[in-house]
């Protein structure tokens, strides 16, 4: 039999983690050949350079694509889609693969699924179905009516995606590949690195023996205009806590200039003692340091997903992962530091909730990979009602 050429396309420093394993079970199929595209913010370094985790994990890289367009803003999020059309297409000629695999719901992500769509290359889509808030919202969708298969994390999303007119037998339940990271460090009793050593960052570096909260924030699209004004609210809160706080800094969206100074300016006016700051860690890492986190702050996606396997408390800030299904580990707040407050004070007394399933049991590459090793090869498709 020979090889299907699989192309991946990573997009933004989460994009890896949530198909990590995934990459791992293509380059170790016997009928798959994997093709890894770097791109977009992944790329740079002031988002964390992903790409060098990804090339010091094992993996070759068959082609970069430089598309992210400064600014920070809405026009530039289009323009960044857009120069990542034509640049996907290129790389897309030149590979030839036999399925492409686009990841999840970032603005980028819609780029991959245009090409690959235009230039009739059967295209997988991973983690499709889900509901949020933010732009990911019409990403995610409008990807599913593009992709061919549709590789779900949850029941919930896969009854979705069949509700959006797609065919049954190309919609898999394979849990998320996120989680199967999160299988593989759930046991570990204590942090087995010291986060200051291995990453660096800037700000202070107390002790975190007796422990301590993490803190992701990035900005809503749909409401970047007010990103500033979201995470003071978070700094005034996090400001008053004894704990220490490790926080990391947010993703290349639409707003990411007002989180950012935002957290400069709060930081120059105030004496943070308790307060480290990092751009990224490697997946498993991260995920190591979360679970034996009191609690996780903010409103990033791992604090619904992972955090529900890993059974971390999490106080979920704002609309960015609206109705987004979860376990029991999650306090929803407004952007307001009194609640947000309270929240944290009710998460850190409980240091543990039962473990979810809902995102999966962490096999989800492999079954991923397998599926690709034999589904058929197609581009067309027409709605299923």
């Known amino acids: 039999m020979s090889h299907r050429k699989i192309a991946v396309v990573i997009t933004a420093r989460p994009s890896y983690s949530r198909v ?43 082609a970069k694509v430089f ?6 803003n809405l026009t530039a999020a289009a323009k960044t889609t857009g120069i990542g059309i034509l640049e996907l297409s290129t790389v ?15 603005f980028e992500t819609m780029a991959t699924a245009i ?8 295209l997988a889509h991973v983690q499709g179905g889900e509901v949020t808030g933010n732009i990911d919202e019409k990403v995610r969708h409008a990807i599913t009516k593009l992709a061919d298969y549709h590789f779900v994390a949850s029941e919930d999303a896969k009854i979705r995606v069949l509700k959006l007119g797609e065919e049954v037998d190309s919609v898999f339940n ?6 199967d990271i999160a299988k593989a460090i759930v046991q570990t009793k204590t942090l087995p690195f010291d986060p200051y050593q291995r990453y660096g960052g ?13 803190v992701m924030q990035h900005p809503v699209t749909t409401e970047y205009k007010d990103s500033r004004r979201h995470v003071e609210e978070t700094l005034a809160v ?16 639409a707003g990411a200039d007002g989180t950012s100074s935002g957290i400069r300016s709060y930081r120059e006016y105030h004496e943070l003692k308790h307060v480290h700051f990092f751009k990224n860690m490697k997946g498993d890492d991260f995920l190591n340091l979360l679970n034996h986190a009191h609690c996780l702050i903010g409103n990033s996606s791992v604090g619904i997903r992972e955090c529900a396997y890993l059974g971390v408390p999490v106080v979920n800030i704002g609309t960015r992962q609206n109705r987004r299904e979860r376990g029991q580990n999650v306090i929803d707040v407004p952007y307001k530091s009194d609640a947000i407050y ?22 989800a590459g492999v079954a991923i990979a397998n599926h690709l090793s034999d589904v058929p090869l197609k581009f067309h498709k027409t709605i299923a009602y």
Not at 115 to 122: F, G, K, R
Not at 208 to 214: A, E
Not at 243 to 253: Q, Y
């Open 20 to 62: 990590k394993t995934v990459l791992r079970a293509i380059k170790d199929h016997p009928n798959l050949e994997l093709q890894l595209i770097v791109a977009a913010s992944a790329l740079l370094e002031r988002y964390g350079s992903a790409v060098n985790y990804i090339e010091n994990d094992g993996f070759s890289i068959a």
């Open 67 to 72: 598309n992210v367009l400064e600014g920070e």
């Open 92 to 106: 897309f000629d030149n590979l030839k693969p036999d399925i492409v695999v686009t990841v999840a719901d970032r």
């Open 115 to 122: 090409a690959a769509s235009y230039m009739n290359i059967p």
């Open 174 to 179: 394979t849990g998320c590949p996120s989680i």
């Open 202 to 214: 800037v700000g202070s570096t107390p002790d975190l023996t007796k422990g301590y909260v993490v």
């Open 238 to 253: 996090v400001s008053q806590l004894t704990l220490p706080v490790l926080w990391f800094w947010p993703n290349v969206d």
């Open 342 to 363: 309270r929240a944290i004070q009710q998460q850190i007394k409980i240091r543990k909730t039962s473990k979810s399933l809902v995102y999966g049991d962490g096999n």
